[in-house]
């Protein structure tokens, strides 16, 4: 059964950069199903952030963080990216990776899928 686990999340400070990553931790390649991050704030819903597909070169990114932060995937499949610069405090939260609907394409709004644990970004100067 596939599982995701993400990594990479910490305390960064407004303006700096950080990249997570989303691994399958049985060793799983990721370029079966589209990928997704999303971001729950504390008090608020979650919210879909960036995608791959699984052909690995069309992306989707919300508007809230176009130009800041980029879905990427490594040559072997086996971790999914995402590099975030430039963040702001409301980038604070717990950023999940998922295979949204278990499909090819990307969703934001799945009904089912694999979804790691999480790992907590914290935007503070």
């Known amino acids: 059964q596939l599982t995701l686990a993400e990594s990479g999340g910490g305390l960064v400070q407004p303006g700096g950069s950080l990249r997570l990553s989303c691994t399958s931790p049985?060793?799983?390649?990721?370029?079966?199903?589209?990928i997704a991050w999303f971001r729950q704030a504390p008090g608020k819903e979650r919210e879909g952030v960036s995608c791959?597909?699984?052909?690995?070169?069309?992306?989707y990114t919300a508007e809230s963080v176009k130009g800041r932060f980029t879905i990427s995937r490594d040559s072997a499949a086996k971790t999914v990216y995402l590099q975030m610069t430039n963040v702001e405090p409301n980038d604070t939260g717990v950023y999940y990776c998922t295979t949204p609907d278990y499909s090819d394409y990307c969703t934001f709004t799945p009904t089912r899928g694999a979804w790691g644990k999480g790992t907590q970004v914290t935007v503070s100067s």
């Open positions: 049985g060793g799983y390649r990721l370029d079966y199903y589209a």
């Open positions: 791959l597909n699984s052909d690995g070169t069309t992306t």
